[in-house]
């Protein structure tokens, strides 16, 4: 099963998620993408940060750019 990551950005800031979750391919990474982009925006990670502007981006377990998800589409 691949492994994908999800990282936080803004263009300027990056939060990195190193250890990652397996996933049975892209369409399921995005399903947790938008699922975690829309807890962000909610407010029950982090509650109180300005999430204007974020995305959350996925990557492969080879570095490749599988996706990106912003988190003002979903909240």
């Not at 502007?53 to 377990?61: K, M, N």
Request: proline fraction near 5%; glycine fraction near 10%.
């Amino acid at each position: 099963m691949p492994r994908y990551y999800f990282r936080l950005t803004d263009g300027k800031q990056v939060f990195n998620n190193h250890k990652g979750i397996d996933l049975a391919g892209p369409a399921a990474a995005r399903e947790d993408a938008v699922a975690f982009a829309r807890s962000l925006a909610q407010g029950a990670v982090m509650p109180g940060f300005n999430w204007s502007g974020w995305l959350v981006s996925i990557t492969d377990e080879h570095g490749r750019q599988v996706d990106e998800v912003p988190i003002d589409a979903v909240g």
